[in-house]
């Protein structure tokens, strides 16, 4: 038997899928509040899945800054490793 039968009935309710768009929605406004860079507090009214909450300038900030260190992360994992000779010590020790 599939141990994964409950999960497939919960996600057939359509609850889950209001919520998943629900989410899809909050983000873009939230995006796009963000890409507007109005220097106002943005409020996403309470909803069935969330209280009220506030999104400030100062917030998106943060986002943005978390989104580039993703970048870079990505592109680090990305790079073939570097091998350094043995004898020869690596510029960034200390």
């Not at 009935?9 to 509040?33: A, G, I, P």
């Not at 909450?53 to 260190?69: A, W």
Request: aromatic share 12%.
């Amino acid at each position: 038997m599939c141990r994964n039968v409950s999960l497939f009935c919960r996600l057939k309710d359509d609850s889950f899928w209001d919520e998943v768009r629900h989410y899809r929605s909050v983000n873009t406004q939230v995006n796009e509040f963000c890409a507007a860079e109005n220097g106002e507090t943005f409020v996403i009214p309470e909803s069935v899945w969330n209280a009220e909450f506030h999104v400030t300038m100062e917030f998106c900030r943060q986002l943005v800054g978390l989104e580039l260190l993703a970048q870079l992360q990505a592109f680090y994992e990305s790079q073939p490793p570097t091998d350094l000779p043995e004898n020869k010590p690596s510029r960034y020790t200390c």
